[in-house]
Nanobody, 125 residues
Framework: QVQLIESGGGLVQAGDSLRLSCTAS????????MAWFRQAPGKEREFVAA?????????YYHDSVKGRYTISRDNAMNMVHLQMNSLKPEDTALYYC?????????????????WGQGTQVTVSS
């Protein structure tokens, strides 16, 4: 199983930006379709954004983050990023990175076999 490691979370104010990063050791993330999910306290985990494997030509976003979040991959650095702008208090959650070998994009948790431990994002009003 692939070990995914998230970083970049923190405490920010509404309107601020954060960039989350996901990396892995021992594998090439270019070979994995990647996604970000999040789970707020007392709520189920939900899909945020996904990017296809290889050159990341396909991307998909949850409606609530369209126009504010951007998912990207840096294959040279073996990383996937989630740029989050115009953050809102309702974006507060534990954000997870997930990956599936040679997959395009999917919003379903069940698609992804590999998960990180999560990074906390807290947005104050």
């Amino acid at each position: 199983q692939v070990q995914l490691i998230e970083s970049g979370g923190g405490l920010v104010q509404a309107g601020d930006s954060l960039r989350l990063s996901c990396t892995a050791s021992g594998v090439t993330l270019k070979d994995y379709g990647m996604a970000w999910f999040r789970q707020a306290p007392g709520k189920e985990r939900e899909f945020v954004a996904a990017i296809s494997w290889d050159n990341g030509a396909n991307k998909y976003y949850h409606d609530s983050v369209k126009g504010r979040y951007t998912i990207s991959r840096d294959n040279a650095m073996n990383m996937v990023h989630l740029q989050m702008n115009s953050l809102k208090p309702e974006d507060t959650a534990l954000y997870y990175c997930a990956g599936q070998f040679r997959y395009s994009v999917s919003t379903a948790e069940s698609t992804y076999d590999n998960w990180g431990q999560g990074t906390q994002v807290t947005v104050s009003s």
